[in-house]
């Protein structure tokens, strides 16, 4: 078991940056990839980045490329999400995941966190 918690959501004006934080705790952090994903309402939840094991990998959707970056820190077992240049598209609930398998599909990912909102104004 996998127990992932997310902090960071806020409210931040278009433009803006802002770092989301998961810290996991249960099985070893090491053994598992992580993945972000979001879901705005009315929406299905649609993935936004993932890290391999070890961090050497690293995916991201076409709609984030470029201004969101994911890291991890396996001694500290947390994977951050560091978000800039934000649109008010980016609204949504941000879920941390872990699966066990690297990618981009949510039906691999195994352990969820409860998810932070995250409001862009614009």
């Known amino acids: 078991q996998v127990r992932l918690v997310e902090s960071g959501g806020r409210l931040v004006q278009a433009g803006g940056s802002l770092r989301l934080s998961c810290a996991a705790s249960g099985h070893t952090f090491s053994r598992y990839a992580m993945g972000w994903f979001r879901q705005a309402p009315g929406k299905e939840r649609e993935f936004v980045a993932a890290?391999?094991?070890?961090?050497?990998?690293?995916l991201y959707a076409d709609s984030v490329k470029g201004r969101f970056t994911i890291s991890r820190d396996n001694a500290k077992s947390t994977v951050d999400l560091q978000m800039s240049s934000l649109k008010p598209e980016d609204t949504a609930v941000y879920y941390c995941a872990a699966s066990l398998k690297y990618g981009r599909d949510d039906d691999d990912y195994t352990y969820w966190g409860q998810g932070t909102q995250v409001t862009v104004s614009s």
């Open positions: 890290i391999s094991w070890s961090g050497g990998g690293t």
